[in-house]
């Protein structure tokens, strides 16, 4: 078990606020995920990924992808407060779920 976060690098997110979306994704994802599944993860570790992602389009493509699998995700939209516009989409997580699944979705990128 897995999830697999994927982080825009095309808009200039400064460390902390790339943490911050990370986290949100992370969080907003595993609230998605059946409570088995949830579970499962918490017992293997809560094991992470975060991978680059460069553009909306295609964490938008990715969402599709995790959604016809059948997986949980989620898509996050900053609020506007800080660095970026409100609305701007800055991650994505796919998961928890089998780690063959999450990449079946995200196994192409590269880690952030």
Request: charged share 25%; glycine share 10%; net charge neutral.
């Amino acid at each position: 078990m897995k999830q697999a976060i994927v982080a825009r690098t095309d808009i200039g997110m400064g460390e902390g606020k790339l943490a911050a979306q990370v986290a949100h994704a992370s969080l907003s994802a595993y609230q998605d995920a059946g409570r088995r599944a949830r579970k499962k993860w918490q017992g293997e570790g809560q094991k992470k990924i975060v991978l680059k992602g460069d553009s909306e389009s295609q964490l938008f493509a990715l969402a599709d992808k995790a959604d016809t699998e059948g997986l949980p995700y989620a898509i996050v939209r900053d609020a506007g407060h800080t660095q970026l516009e409100p609305g701007t989409v800055t991650a994505l997580a796919v998961g928890p779920a089998r780690d063959d699944t999450v990449d079946r979705v995200t196994g192409d990128l590269s880690l952030y």
